[in-house]
T-cell receptor
């Protein structure tokens, strides 16, 4: 059974600093990895996805993947109060029949950016 | 595109009543997912469809839950009879699964309260 683990937090980071969010997963067959952001009372929205080992940067966000350690992280540079939200890590395995396995989510890390 | 559309946004019902949640996926997407979110258990995958065919319903908690996807633009999740422990936010998500990219896009959710 696939499991995705995240520290629930809250993680408190001062404005302008780097926020580091971590995630581990149990299934070595996992192939794709996603970070979603969810504001209170809203639906999850995709921030980034990563498939290959190493770093992937998109603006202030950097996703890092280490498949050997089964570890995924998200770095947020120059943190803003608007980044305060719950960040969900998700993994899945491609169905080579052309479909997609459902995402397995961690329970999320609550991030608070202090002005 | 308007995104994934769910209805109703809120539903309050009495225990024992039938509840039907509806979802219209993003046009052109070939995978559809139903999730349930609670504080205790986080986001749980209930069932998913590829090309309108149910692939994995192992996440459906009980026989009281059923889901259908009669065509590519519509899906329902039915709970009959409903119980107070079914109270949660139910999300529908869709994706266009391909080798390079399988991110799922979420609807706004249906907040279900069973009293």
């Amino acid at each position: 059974q696939k499991e995705v683990e995240q520290n629930s937090g809250p993680l408190s980071v001062p404005e302008g600093a780097i926020a580091s969010l971590n995630c581990t997963y149990s299934d070595r067959g996992s192939q794709s990895f996603f970070w979603y952001r969810q504001y209170s009372g809203k639906s999850p929205e995709l921030i980034m996805f990563i498939y290959s080992n190493g770093d992937k940067e998109d603006g202030r966000f950097t996703a890092q993947l280490n498949k050997a350690s089964q570890y995924v992280s998200l770095l947020i540079r120059d943190s803003q109060p608007s980044d305060s939200a719950t960040y969900l890590c998700a993994v899945n395995i491609l169905d080579w029949g052309g479909g997609a396995d459902g995402l397995t989510f961690g329970k999320g890390t609550h991030l608070i950016i202090q002005p | 595109d308007a995104g994934v559309i769910q209805s109703p946004r809120h539903e309050v019902t009495e225990m024992g009543q039938e509840v039907t949640l509806r979802c219209k996926p993003i046009s052109g997407h070939n995978s559809l997912f139903w999730y349930r979110q609670t504080m205790m258990r986080g986001l749980e995958l209930l069932i998913y469809f590829n090309n309108n065919v149910p692939i994995d319903d192992s996440g459906m908690p009980e026989d009281r839950f059923s889901a259908k996807m009669p065509n590519a633009s519509f899906s329902t999740l039915k709970i009959q009879p409903s119980e107070p422990r079914d109270s949660a936010v139910y999300f529908c998500a869709s994706s266009f699964a391909r080798v390079s990219n399988t991110e799922a896009f979420f609807g706004q959710g249906t907040r279900l309260t069973v009293v």
